[in-house]
């Protein structure tokens, strides 16, 4: 009896994606002229027909393998040839097609032989950060080109154990250490609205990817925003699980207390549907539900400073219309030192944990390099930062009296803060995932926003806080700039909250109907 995972586990030989594919011509654009003109459409699965598949989401997928509409190797095949298409957003490392063709056409087998599984036949990309076993895994680094892990991380096993198929794997900032989602070996990722933007980062290949309909979702990693950013500068949906919610074993890490693996779809309703398959745990039941009657939603001044314009303007009519549809909005003020507050708990944290955590997962996985290898290997973009911050020697290194300091006195404030300011009077905070659109690849790390220059980390100024505080998070599209640049809003709920912060983040999703479409994609 045919099984179905096995054949995408076996070792199988792989070349980078640049060796592996020939370029073909660009798939006719499937759009009508006004989602052409307007950038947005509803997000409203239609049938499969006309070779479209790739516009379905990982639901209407999954749905359409599981009654016959489509075969999983059909499916497969439209996606690795528009992988193809689209190398130019150097949105993939790695892609082994042969062995994708061979998981699709196990999956077909095993549904014809009546075997049944969430994912079953599912493409799904996976950042390069995750271990995946006779695959490439280079974490971005130019030293683990050649690295082929002899096991899978916990998730990718898990994801294969329900159907799904390692699509392949995501490029991403070097280390996971960017918000623009910069590399320096592979290339930067661009974005699918505009080849001149950036994707965001860390997970800049797999927002990329599925923005441009190359895969439905994809797996990423997100330590001070690095899902959620993406997900809002590509117009997708993030979504970033309390940490420790997804079990990280075998996936590369910045810091224990921050990090949390979770992923880049289409739709909250894709987020719930790997959410169940991963955590293993309850998953909100997501009902035709209308409206927004009975829910309170907080947003903070402390999170609106210093917005483009554009993003203040959309932010406010998205206010308006979530209002409209029955929400109560509650102003708070989360105090006038939040903003220090924050960046006193959060860059430390990241800084003085990765060199530790980064040790300890090369030893852990038998991985052939050292600590002392990836650091002299990293890209120019990348070296300084880690010999100025994260090595003892650095002018910058937090040292270990500051750092017991934040985790004993600072963190516990800021989450204290959340708890009583925001999630006794809210279901969630509501703000605007990024306080701009993607600016560009040229400009990435100083650019104006408001009249005022910035830098690459301003792109984290929303999400960095409920990082530092240990909160769930979801990244919805929520409008688009007169350049037709995707904005994202972003809800954080209560720790551990998860279950509940993804049906409020699909009921909010099923008021806004935004989907925004790349317009040359």
């Keep these: 009896m045919p099984t179905v995972a096995p054949a995408n586990e076996q070792p199988v030989e792989t070349t980078h994606l640049t060796d592996l594919m020939n370029r073909r011509q660009l798939l006719a654009s499937a759009m009508a002229a006004a989602s052409m003109a307007s950038g947005v459409v509803r997000a409203e699965p239609g049938a499969v027909s006309g070779g479209g598949a790739q516009d379905l989401d990982l639901s209407a997928a999954a749905a359409a393998i599981r009654k016959g509409e489509i075969t999983s190797e059909s499916y497969a095949t439209q996606l690795l040839d528009r992988a193809a298409n689209f190398q130019d957003l150097k949105a993939f490392i790695t892609i082994d097609r042969a062995a994708v063709l061979e998981a699709a056409r196990s999956a077909d087998k095993a549904r014809a032989a009546g075997r049944s599984a969430p994912l079953l036949g599912l493409p799904i990309g996976v950042k390069d950060s995750y271990l995946t076993r006779g695959m490439p895994t280079t974490i971005g680094t130019s030293v683990l080109k050649d690295y082929k892990p002899d096991h899978d991380a916990t998730v990718v096993t898990t994801i294969k154990r329900a159907g799904g198929i390692v699509f392949g794997k995501n490029n991403l900032a070097e280390m996971s250490y960017s918000l623009t989602g910069v590399n320096d070996h592979y290339g930067q ?311 509940k912060l993804l049906a409020l983040a699909h009921r909010v999703e099923q008021v806004l109907e935004i989907s925004p479409v790349p317009r040359n994609i």
Excluded at 325 to 349: H, M, Y
């Design 189 to 499: 990722p661009l974005n699918p609205h505009d080849r001149a933007r950036i994707t965001g980062g860390s997970s800049s290949g797999a927002a990329a990817s599925v923005a441009a309909r190359i895969v439905p979702a994809a797996l990423g990693g997100d330590t001070v925003g690095s899902i959620r950013v993406p997900a809002s500068l590509c117009g997708i949906v993030g979504y970033k699980p309390t940490p420790g919610r997804w079990p990280s074993r075998g996936t590369a890490p910045i810091s224990q207390t921050l990090d949390t693996i979770g992923v880049l779809a289409r739709s909250v309703a894709d987020c719930v549907l790997l959410d169940s398959v991963v955590a293993r745990t309850t998953s909100p039941r997501l009902t035709g539900q209308k409206g927004l009657k009975g829910t309170r939603l907080a947003y903070a001044p402390q999170l609106l400073e210093g917005l483009d314009p554009g993003v203040e303007t959309t932010f406010a009519e998205t206010r308006r219309k979530l209002r409209d549809a029955g929400a109560a909005l509650v102003e708070i003020d989360l105090g006038s030192d939040f903003n220090a507050l924050v960046e006193r708990v959060t860059w430390p944290i990241f800084f003085h944990e990765t060199m530790p955590e980064v040790r300890a997962f090369l030893a852990a996985n038998g991985i052939p390099v050292s600590f002392e290898q990836i650091v002299e290997g990293l890209g120019k973009n990348f070296k300084p930062v880690w010999t100025q911050f994260i090595l003892p020697t650095g002018a910058n290194y937090v040292k270990d009296d500051v750092y017991k300091a934040v985790m004993n006195m600072h963190r516990p404030a800021l989450q204290r803060r959340y708890g009583s300011l925001v999630f006794n009077r809210a279901d969630a905070l509501l703000f605007p995932t990024t306080p701009c659109a993607a600016p560009t690849i040229e400009d990435q790390f100083k650019f104006t926003v408001a009249g005022r220059e910035v830098d690459r980390r301003f792109l984290g100024r929303n999400t960095t806080p409920g990082s530092g505080a240990g909160l769930p998070g979801v990244s919805l599209p929520m409008g688009m700039s007169p350049d037709l640049l995707p904005y994202g809003l972003e809800l954080d709920g209560p720790a551990g909250g998860d279950v």
